[in-house]
C-alpha cells in the first residue's frame, strides 16, 4: 500500500461543505490541472454560501468565519445590493438613497469599532484593514451618488462603478463595470492588503474593463508608489 499525498478541497452540497481531496497521482499536467480546478470549486462554493451568509450574520462573525478574501467579496455583495435596490426605488421612494448611505454608514463604523479589540491576530487584522479600505471606498461612492441624486440604476454615475453580483443561474461571480461582465477567477490569494482605492483608481478600471470588454490590453504607467501594480 502506497501513500499517496492528497490536497483537501471541498464541495458545496445542498448548503452544505463535503470533501473533495485532489490526490497528487499520474502525470503532473493531469494532477495539477486538477489541483487548480479542485482550488477554483473549493472557493466557488464557499462564496456561494458567503452570499447567503452575509444577509443574515452579524458582520464579525461574517467577517471573521469566512476567508478573508471571500468576507470581503461579502461586504461587495451587500453594498452592491444595498445601492441597487436603493436606485431601483429612489423614484418612489426619496427617502431609500439616504437609508442605504446611512446604512453604508453605521456598517464602517461597526468594523471601526472592532479594530479596537486587543485579541485581534495579524492576520485578523489585516482582514479587518483591507475590508474598511474598500469599504470607506464604497461609502464616498453612497455619498456621492446621493449627492448628485442618482435615482436610477441605469445612470452612468452607478453604472461606471465596479459592482458585484452573485447570479444564481449562471453559478457565479460577475463583475461588472459599465457594460463590460467579468467571471470571478476564483483563485486562492490569501490575506492581501489593500492600497486606497483613488478617483484615479476608478477612472483607470473603467478605461482597463473597456479595452478588456474590447480583447484589447492596457498598460498603466506613472511614477513609483502611485498605485500601478494594485489597480
Known amino acids: 500500500s502506497s501513500i499517496l499525498e492528497c490536497v483537501k478541497f471541498v464541495k458545496e452540497n445542498d448548503g452544505v461543505l463535503d ?11 493531469t494532477w495539477l490541472q486538477a489541483l487548480v480546478e479542485g482550488m477554483q470549486e473549493s472557493i466557488r462554493s464557499i462564496i456561494k454560501m458567503a452570499n447567503e451568509a452575509v444577509f443574515e450574520k452579524e458582520l464579525e462573525e461574517f467577517i471573521f468565519g469566512f476567508p478573508a478574501q471571500i468576507a470581503l467579496l461579502g461586504i461587495q455583495f451587500l453594498w452592491t445590493n444595498d445601492m441597487q435596490t436603493a436606485l431601483t426605488g429612489a423614484k418612489k421612494d426619496k427617502t431609500m438613497m439616504l437609508k442605504a448611505f446611512k446604512k453604508q454608514e453605521t456598517l464602517l463604523k461597526e468594523m471601526i469599532v472592532i479594530t479596537t479589540r486587543p485579541d ?12 474598511i479600505t474598500v469599504h470607506v471606498h464604497q461609502r464616498d461612492t453612497s455619498e456621492e451618488l446621493l449627492k448628485k441624486r442618482v435615482k436610477d440604476p441605469a445612470d452612468f454615475e452607478w453604472m461606471k462603478q465596479c459592482r458585484f453580483y452573485w447570479r ?5 461571480v460577475i463583475i461588472s463595470i459599465c457594460d463590460v461582465d ?9 490575506v492581501k492588503e489593500r492600497l486606497v482605492i483613488t478617483p484615479l483608481t476608478d477612472i ?3 478605461t482597463l ?20 501594480t494594485e489597480t
Do not use: H, W
Open 204 to 206: 483607470c478600471y473603467v
Open 182 to 190: 467579468f467571471e470571478y477567477s476564483y483563485e486562492y490569494l490569501g
Open 120 to 131: 485581534l491576530d495579524k492576520n485578523d487584522r489585516k482582514n479587518l484593514e483591507t475590508v
Open 209 to 228: 474593463s473597456q479595452a478588456l470588454g474590447m480583447f484589447l490590453g492596457g498598460a498603466p504607467a506613472g511614477p513609483a508608489g502611485t498605485g500601478k
Open 19 to 29: 470533501p473533495n481531496p485532489v490526490m497528487a497521482v499520474g502525470n503532473i499536467e
Open 168 to 172: 444564481n443561474e449562471l453559478n457565479t
